[in-house]
Nanobody, 116 residues
Framework: QVQLVESGGGLVQPGGSLRLSCAAS????????MRWYRQAPGKERELVAT????????NYADSVKGRFTISRDNAKNTVYLQMNSLKPEDTAVYYC?????????WGQGTQVTVSS
């Protein structure tokens, strides 16, 4: 019973910051890489960031590189996305994701709106 629960979204002005959290349960969290995706209205879901199981390596989409940071706390079974210098084009529903035994799992998503 894999479960992923995102939180931390909200309304923020351009240039502001938010930190998203994804609380995981139902699997050995420290054994799995985690990802953040986002989906804006009318657009396909896109990969934002990836972190390895131990947190030793990360990757980012070009659109967020230098502004977003993915991290994890394996003792708390939680993955984070720190978002700085936010732009209106970052507006989307943000989801965390894991593949376990060949099946992908998504959380319910958290809404991020960047607007003046």
């Amino acid at each position: 019973q894999v479960q992923l629960v995102e939180s931390g979204g909200g309304l923020v002005q351009p240039g502001g910051s938010l930190r998203l959290s994804c609380a995981a349960s139902g699997f050995t969290f420290s054994s799995y890489a985690m990802r953040w995706y986002r989906q804006a209205p009318g657009k396909e879901r896109e990969l934002v960031a990836t972190i390895t199981s131990a947190g030793s390596s990360t990757n980012y989409a070009d659109s967020v590189k230098g502004r977003f940071t993915i991290s994890r706390d394996n003792a708390k079974n939680t993955v984070y996305l720190q978002m700085n210098s936010l732009k209106p084009e970052d507006t989307a529903v943000y989801y965390c994701w894991v593949v376990r035994q060949g099946l992908g799992y998504w959380g319910q998503g958290t809404q991020v709106t960047v607007s003046s």
